[in-house]
């Protein structure tokens, strides 16, 4: 059974940059079917897509984080990361990683909270 | 504010249907067959109800179901129960040159 988990800085001082890893467990990152999701829920708020990556390292991101975000993959250890930059009050969230196939994600990690404060 | 629009409320008694929809454009919702509905209960990570407009992944109940027209989708749960209560949000694949995913504001379905 496919398994992800989130892990990485809980706390993050503003203006610094977020960075968190994804562990895939029970499957390969590197299959050709999945691409591999970040998204973040802030608290009291709804989901927000940030960015997805191909096992190739083909990247996708959403338009209004483009300039922020940075993901990559690292097949060897069948993980794949997340980096936000100039981080500010407004990127605290629970912060999910995902599989995603045809922009639809079937498995979810339990999600890990990262609040942005000095 | 969200890409796409949902009613930020619903609610229906135990056994009657209840109705949700996802508004977007003729660039998501409307534009592509890739609509996800997604159930979410307080402290949980969200669980994928309906993925392709109104395919239903194995293990969710035939209760669910889910359709568009134009660029509106709509997820229907019928014979409601009480564990339905919680959070529905849907999602769209986006964008022609700049592929990506946007999610609606969420729904609370309350179950009376």
């Known amino acids: 059974q496919l398994q992800l988990q989130e892990s990485g800085p809980g706390l993050v001082k503003p203006s610094e940059t977020l960075s968190l890893t994804c562990t895939v467990s029970?499957?390969?990152?590197?299959?050709?079917?999945?691409?591999w999701a970040w998204i973040r829920q802030p608290p009291g708020k709804g989901l927000e897509w940030i960015g997805s990556?191909?096992?190739?390292?083909?990247?996708y991101y959403s338009p209004s984080l483009k300039s922020r975000v940075t993901i990559s993959v690292d097949t060897s250890k069948n993980q794949f990361s997340l980096k936000l930059s100039s981080v500010t009050a407004a990127d605290t969230a629970v912060y999910y990683c995902?599989?995603?196939?045809?922009?639809?994600?079937?498995?979810w990690g339990q999600g890990y909270l990262v609040t942005v404060s000095s | 504010q969200s890409a796409l629009t949902q009613p930020p409320s619903a609610s229906g008694s135990p056994g009657q249907s209840v109705t949700i929809s996802c508004t977007g454009t003729?660039?998501?919702?409307?534009?592509?067959?890739?609509v996800s509905w997604y159930q979410q209960h307080p402290g949980k990570a969200p669980k994928r109800m309906i993925y392709?407009?109104?395919k239903r992944p194995s293990g969710v109940p035939d209760r669910f179901s889910g359709s568009k027209s134009g660029n509106t989708a709509s997820l229907t749960v019928s014979g409601l129960q009480a564990e339905d209560e919680a959070d529905y949000y849907c999602?769209?694949?986006?964008?022609?040159?700049?592929?990506?995913?946007?999610f609606g504001g969420g729904t609370k379905l309350t179950v009376l």
């Open positions: 995902a599989r995603e196939q045809a922009s639809s994600s079937d498995s």
């Open positions: 029970g499957g390969s990152i590197s299959s050709s079917s999945y691409h």
């Open positions: 990556i191909y096992y190739s390292g083909n990247t």
């Open positions: 003729s660039s998501d919702v409307g534009g592509y067959n890739q």
């Open positions: 392709e407009v109104s």
């Open positions: 999602s769209s694949h986006a964008g022609s040159n700049n592929a990506h995913v946007v």
